[in-house]
C-alpha cells in the first residue's frame, strides 16, 4: 500500500512515518511537506526502501490531486499554525475526504493527527 503522509516533516509526522517504516505492509510511504529539505531529512531518517520526499502545498489543489492519486491512505499532519500566518488553509479529515470525492479519486483510507 501507498501511504502519503501529509506534514510529513513535522513532530507528528516523522513519528507516524517512523510507524509506518517499521510495518511490512506499507510498500511505499510519501514524506510530503511544505519544508521540501525537512521532507527529505525525515525519509532518509528512516533508512528503509520505498520512502520518498516531496514538496507540498495542500492549498494547490492541482498538485495535491497528483500527490494523493494512486494512494492507499492519506494521513493529515498539517499544522494549522504558521508564524507567518501566510498560509491558512489548514484540512480536516472530513475536507481532504471531500476532496479526494470532487477529484474522483480512489483513496481506502484518510485519517488525521
Given at each position: 500500500m501507498r501511504i502519503v503522509v501529509l506534514g510529513g516533516a513535522g513532530i507528528i509526522g516523522r513519528a507516524i512515518a517512523r510507524d509506518l517504516a517499521d510495518d511490512g505492509a506499507v510498500k511505499e510511504?510519501?514524506?510530503?511537506?511544505?519544508?521540501?529539505?525537512?521532507?527529505?531529512?525525515a525519509a532518509g531518517a528512516l533508512k528503509r526502501g520505498g520512502v520518498t520526499a516531496v514538496a507540498a502545498d495542500v492549498s494547490?489543489?492541482?498538485a495535491l490531486v497528483k500527490l494523493i492519486r494512486g494512494a492507499g491512505a492519506v494521513i493529515n499532519s498539517?499544522?494549522?499554525?504558521?508564524?507567518?500566518?501566510?498560509?491558512?488553509?489548514?484540512?480536516?479529515?472530513?475536507?481532504?475526504?471531500?476532496?479526494?470525492?470532487?477529484h474522483g479519486l480512489?483513496?481506502?483510507?484518510v485519517l488525521e493527527t
Amino acid at each position: 500500500m501507498r501511504i502519503v503522509v501529509l506534514g510529513g516533516a513535522g513532530i507528528i509526522g516523522r513519528a507516524i512515518a517512523r510507524d509506518l517504516a517499521d510495518d511490512g505492509a506499507v510498500k511505499e510511504i510519501v514524506i510530503a511537506d511544505l519544508d521540501p529539505e525537512g521532507a527529505r531529512a525525515a525519509a532518509g531518517a528512516l533508512k528503509r526502501g520505498g520512502v520518498t520526499a516531496v514538496a507540498a502545498d495542500v492549498s494547490d489543489h492541482a498538485a495535491l490531486v497528483k500527490l494523493i492519486r494512486g494512494a492507499g491512505a492519506v494521513i493529515n499532519s498539517v499544522l494549522d499554525y504558521d508564524p507567518d500566518a501566510a498560509r491558512t488553509d489548514k484540512r480536516s479529515a472530513h475536507q481532504i475526504i471531500d476532496f479526494v470525492r470532487q477529484h474522483g479519486l480512489k483513496v481506502e483510507w484518510v485519517l488525521e493527527t
